[in-house]
């Protein structure tokens, strides 16, 4: 498994080796021994699934009080995942990273704690699946606008082609969010 740096320290790209033949595809999404030396956390306490079609755009979601660390992939389809600094005591406060995530390349992004996430579906269906590092907890659920103005982030896709949740359309400007400190 090779393990990167993106341009947003402490967000790391995973590339597994995929064996193909004529039967299909085979890969690992988790080796202790190669997490553990790159740092990563390995004591999971919850994995989510959710199946999305195209153009359904979520995000950006985080939770204060009870921060999640999340190593999302992608089961099947492709998606733009997007990764964003929400510690105002850093650098890259605001800055985001978005990745191409597919059932193809079998990427897996680690989004640590005090990040926000999103995502937009590519294909004609995703199926996303997701570890995380503390459970849900919807009194810290944040939400911010995925179109801040201020985030900038690039979605590839036409506004009035988007599939946006009510909780999504009404999340917080950056301005106003609730973020880490």
């Not at 005090?114 to 269906?125: D, I, K, M, R, Y």
């Not at 919807?138 to 599939?163: F, H, S, Y």
């Amino acid at each position: 498994m090779k393990i990167e740096a993106t341009s947003l320290p402490g967000v790391l790209l995973l590339t597994p080796t995929i064996y193909r033949d004529d039967r299909g595809a085979f890969s690992e999404t988790f080796n202790l021994r190669e997490m553990t030396a790159a740092g990563l956390p390995t004591n999971w306490v919850q994995d989510n699934f959710s199946l999305s079609k195209k153009n359904v755009l979520r995000g950006i979601h985080y939770q204060i009080g009870q921060p999640q660390g999340k190593l999302v992939r992608v089961t099947h389809g492709a998606v733009l995942d997007v990764a964003v600094d929400l510690r105002r005591s850093s650098l890259q406060f605001s800055r985001h990273v978005a990745v191409e995530l597919s059932g193809e390349n079998g990427k897996m992004l680690w989004i640590p704690e005090g990040f926000g996430h999103a995502f937009l579906v590519l294909s004609e269906e995703a199926g996303f699946a997701y570890k995380t590092t503390d459970y849900y907890h919807p009194g810290g659920e944040r939400t911010i606008l995925w179109n801040d103005p201020d985030l900038a982030i690039p979605w590839p896709a036409e506004e009035g082609d988007l599939i946006v949740s009510e909780k999504d359309r009404n999340g917080a400007s950056l301005q106003l969010a609730e973020v880490f400190s």
